[in-house]
């Protein structure tokens, strides 16, 4: 996605695991680029990044859903504008779900 951005999911409370990813900006702006990721559960923040750049290593979420109605990933423009920024949310998944 692109900053900025939010993306919300119904998760029904039906949900006792985790959601998991891996978050970076994307190798296709070539080192550029600055994003915060951010995951809220129920309106609560849960997961706070701080600001990823461009040429910085991927980072690992894992946020435990258990219980909780509404899943929402938000992507800001880490304070510089929105410039190259390419947000991946990769092998994004919510683990046992009903």
Known sequence: M???SDVRYNLG???SGY???DVGVDDEV???GSVVF?????GVKAYDSGVVSGIDPRKSV???VAGKNELQLVVTDGGDGKSYDHADWANAQVT???
């Not at 951010?38 to 129920?42: A, I, K, S, T």
């Open 2 to 4: 692109h900053a900025a």
């Open 13 to 15: 409370a039906a949900c």
């Open 96 to 98: 046992n779900c009903k």
């Open 62 to 64: 894992n946020v435990s």
């Open 38 to 42: 951010q995951v809220f559960l129920d």
């Open 30 to 32: 070539d080192g550029q």
């Open 19 to 21: 959601f998991v990813s």
